[in-house]
């Protein structure tokens, strides 16, 4: 719990300071080596069980392994679906992709 109270602890503060408002998202890229979200089961629910206890209702995570966003879908709040931007993609790409989420 000390671990994940550091490692979010700072980045917290610092979007605190700037937006004047309290962090309750956090971006996430899920538990690995599982293929899927659906697959880390008990595991992946204790990480979401210490974030609710430092106060995020949710987040989105890369939840998909060698394919779309889409392709896994989730209504859980901690599992929304992230796009990627990637350095040097066109900026066209990356609006296509958005069509499909």
Not at 27 to 50: C, D, I, V
Not at 77 to 96: I, N, S, T
């Amino acid at each position: 719990m000390a671990t994940i109270q550091e490692l979010t602890g700072y980045s917290a503060r610092v979007l605190e300071a700037i937006a004047g408002e309290p962090v309750q998202f956090i971006a996430h890229s899920g538990l690995w080596p599982y293929a899927s979200p659906a697959a880390s089961g008990p595991a992946q629910e204790q990480l979401f069980t210490q974030l609710r206890s430092l106060g995020y209702v949710g987040g989105p995570e890369d939840n998909w392994v060698g394919g779309f966003a889409w392709a896994e879908y989730s209504e859980s709040l901690w599992e929304w679906p992230r796009v990627g931007a990637y350095p040097g993609e066109a900026l066209e790409a990356f609006a296509e992709l958005l069509k499909y989420g």
